[in-house]
T-cell receptor, first 113, second 114 residues
Framework: AQSVTQLGSHVSVSEGALVLLRCNYSSSVPPYLFWYVQYPNQGLQLLLKYTTGATLVKGINGFEAEFKKSETSFHLTKPSAHMSDAAEYFCAVRTRNTDKLIFGTGTRLQVFP | SAVISQKPSRDICQRGTSLTIQCQVDSQVTMMFWYRQQPGQSLTLIATANQGSEATYESGFVIDKFPISRPNLTFSTLTVSNMSPEDSSIYLC???????????FGPGTRLLVL
């Protein structure tokens, strides 16, 4: 069965600092991996995804994530945080033989000036 | 990516009543999904809706409580029936994009049941 673990329900960083949001997954078959962002009072927006090929994927707003099969991880990073990055971030996994998208519990990112 | 709209965007309802949420997509899609996001929590899949067939419900969700319609390839409705305060949540619909493996989400319907 698939599962997703996001370490840290809250992460706080200063503006300009590195952002690191952690995601580990469990899947018996090669997964598709996603990061979604939810700004206050809005729906989910796709930030980036890994399906196949290059393991370092770049997304919108300067975010990127690296698929590490040996570590079963898909951590999200951004070199320099902006105030506008404050939001809830969800990691999700979907295997190639199912329609279901399994979400992690989410990480709320706060950015301080 | 698909452009998805939902109506209403938010509502406040009395317990015991029902609310129907609409989801409209700007292109034809095979599968539509309905999720619930309870306050401060992650998303949970309620059901998957294919056009022309009965929706498939996840464990813990039943058709009598959450009836779903899928009359065509661009539209679906989710009804939250006989509501209680525990039904207060954000309800989101999503669809598979042209890439098939990626789901795109609507803006959500914020429901408060008093």
């Amino acid at each position: 069965a698939q599962s997703v673990t996001q370490l840290g329900s809250h992460v706080s960083v200063s503006e300009g600092a590195l952002v690191l949001l952690r995601c580990n997954y469990s899947s018996s078959v090669p997964p598709y991996l996603f990061w979604y962002v939810q700004y206050p009072n809005q729906g989910l927006q796709l930030l980036l995804k890994y399906t196949t090929g290059a393991t370092l994927v770049k997304g919108i707003n300067g975010f990127e994530a690296e698929f590490k099969k040996s570590e079963t991880s898909f951590h999200l990073t951004k070199p320099s945080a902006h105030m506008s990055d404050a939001a809830e971030y969800f990691c999700a996994v979907r295997t190639r033989n199912t329609d279901k998208l399994i979400f992690g519990t989410g990480t709320r990112l706060q950015v301080f000036p | 990516s698909a452009v998805i709209s939902q109506k209403p965007s938010r509502d406040i309802c009395q317990r015991g009543t029902s609310l129907t949420i609409q989801c409209q997509v700007d292109s034809q899609v095979t599968m539509m999904f309905w999720y619930r996001q309870q306050p401060g929590q992650s998303l949970t899949l309620i059901a998957t809706a294919n056009q022309g067939s009965e929706a498939t419900y996840e464990s813990g969700f039943v058709i009598d409580k959450f009836p779903i319609s899928r009359p065509n390839l661009t539209f679906s409705t989710l009804t939250v029936s006989n509501m209680s305060p525990e039904d207060s949540s954000i309800y989101l619909c999503s669809v598979d994009g042209s890439e098939q493996e990626t789901q795109y989400f609507g803006p959500g319907t914020r429901l408060l049941v008093l």
